[in-house]
């Protein structure tokens, strides 16, 4: 599976932004999806995952109550609803998919495929 990640910018404090990771091929629904950030000189670190249907989600405690991750399957998509954005929200957003993965798959060694990144950067 191909990802390609889009969506980021420039927000101040307290805004919101939507990620997008749109997938190719035809069997997308077999995959658990996840969101991964890394700011410079940081390990990347996991945000969210989603199970195959869309139907249990998980989330980093430092996003969670902010953070919404969801996926369409008749789009093959799967996006990141970021809220209330802080300054150290700021980093580069990828997704990730793997056909072993779960919605409490944590750890990147675990996400066989990647997208190329999208750069969020909140200004305080």
């Known amino acids: 599976v191909q990802l390609q990640a889009s969506g980021g910018g420039l927000v101040q404090a307290g805004g919101s932004l939507r990620l997008s990771c749109a997938a190719s091929g035809r069997t997308f629904i077999s995959y658990g999806m996840g969101w991964f950030r890394q700011a410079p000189g940081k390990e990347r670190e996991f945000v969210a995952a989603i199970s195959r249907s869309g139907g249990y989600a998980y989330y980093a405690d430092s996003v969670k109550g902010r953070f919404t991750i969801s996926r369409d399957n008749a789009k093959n998509t799967v996006y990141l609803q970021m809220n209330s954005l802080k300054p150290e929200d700021t980093a580069v957003y990828y997704c990730?998919?793997?056909?072993?993965?779960?919605?409490?798959?944590?750890?990147?060694?675990?996400?066989?495929?990647w997208g190329q990144g999208t750069q969020v950067t909140v200004s305080s």
């Open positions: 990730a998919a793997d056909l072993m993965a779960g919605w409490r798959t944590l750890s990147a060694d675990n996400y066989g495929y």
